[in-house]
C-alpha cells in the first residue's frame, strides 16, 4: 500500500534537525512516502528569515517532484509552515502545527505568546553560551514529560547547531515573526496539535490558532508538555494517521 497518499514532509523546530522525526518516519514509512527536512537556514540571512526557510522547502519540494504534500511543523517549524501554506497553497494538500504559535512572543495586542523579556533573556544566554543554552532549552521542552530512555536518546541526538549564526538567526526568527495577518488565508485542512502543560509556546496559542484558522480543528494532550509527537508518540501517530485518512470538515 506504500504512497497511496500524498507525501508527508516534516519540519523541525528551533535548535533540533530532522532526526526529532524518527518516530513518525518509522511508522508512516509503510504507507506513505516521508521526507523530513533540517532548517538551520542562511548564516548570511539577516533578514525576512521565514522567507528562506520557505523558498528552502519549496526547492525540496520540486526537487522531489511532488505535486502536493501533507505538511506537518513543530514549533517553529510550524510557523514555517504556514507561511509556506500561505505563500504555496497549491502543494499543501493538509497542514499539521504541533506546538505551534502564530507569534511567539507576546505584545500589546496579543497575550498568547512569551514575554519579550523571557525571548530577550534566551538571546542573551545563547549568544553567552551557545551549548549551555541549548542543553537548557532541550531541558525545558522536557517539562511535564513521561520519558523513556529511548526519547531522551532521541532528543540529545537530534539536537543541532552546526553553526551557531544559523541558529541565532533562527532564534531571532522567532523573536521577530508574527504571522497572524496570514492565518485567515490558511483554507486547507488544518490539525492544530498541543500540549496543555507546554512551557515553551503556552496552550493559549493553540487556542489563537484554532479561532482564526476556519477550516481547522484543535486536539489538546492532556498533562503534555512541547513535544507530543515524541513522549506520547503512538497517540501522536494515530491522531496524524487519522487526521491524514479519514477526517471530514
Known amino acids: 500500500m506504500t504512497n497511496l497518499y500524498s507525501p508527508l514532509l516534516f519540519v523541525p523546530g528551533w535548535g533540533m534537525n530532522e532526526n526529532i522525526w524518527r518516530y513518525q518516519l518509522k511508522y508512516f ?8 527536512v533540517s532548517l538551520e537556514g542562511d548564516a548570511n540571512a539577516s533578514d525576512d528569515r521565514i522567507r528562506v526557510h520557505t523558498e528552502h522547502l519549496l526547492g525540496i519540494i520540486k526537487k522531489s517532484k511532488l505535486n502536493s504534500i501533507n505538511l506537518i511543523g513543530w514549533s517553529m517549524g510550524g510557523m514555517i509552515a504556514i507561511n509556506f501554506a500561505f505563500q504555496y497553497p497549491e502543494y499543501v494538500k493538509k497542514l499539521v502545527l504541533v506546538s ?6 507576546s505584545s500589546e495586542d496579543y497575550d ?28 525545558l521542552i522536557l517539562k511535564n514529560a513521561d520519558l523513556k530512555k529511548e526519547d531522551l536518546n532521541l532528543i540529545k541526538q537530534s539536537s543541532s547547531m552546526s553553526d551557531k549564526n544559523r541558529t541565532l538567526q533562527n532564534l531571532l526568527l522567532l523573536r521577530d515573526c508574527d504571522l497572524r495577518s496570514k492565518l485567515r488565508h490558511i483554507t486547507v485542512p488544518t490539525l492544530i496539535v498541543h500540549g496543555k502543560r507546554d512551557m515553551v509556546c503556552p496552550y493559549a496559542c493553540a487556542d489563537y490558532l484554532h479561532s482564526k484558522i476556519k477550516n481547522s480543528v484543535l486536539h489538546a494532550f492532556e498533562n503534555v508538555g512541547h513535544i507530543p509527537f515524541v513522549t506520547k508518540c503512538e497517540e501522536f501517530n494515530n491522531l496524524l494517521d487519522g487526521f491524514l485518512r479519514d477526517y471530514e470538515f
Open 29 to 36: 514509512r509503510q504507507n506513505y512516502r516521508t521526507i523530513a
Open 100 to 105: 505551534t504559535p502564530a507569534k511567539f512572543v
Open 112 to 139: 498568547a505568546g512569551i514575554s519579550h523579556a523571557v525571548m530577550q533573556s534566551f538571546i542573551n544566554k545563547f549568544r553567552k553560551s551557545p551549548v549551555r543554552m541549548l542543553g537548557n532549552f532541550a531541558s
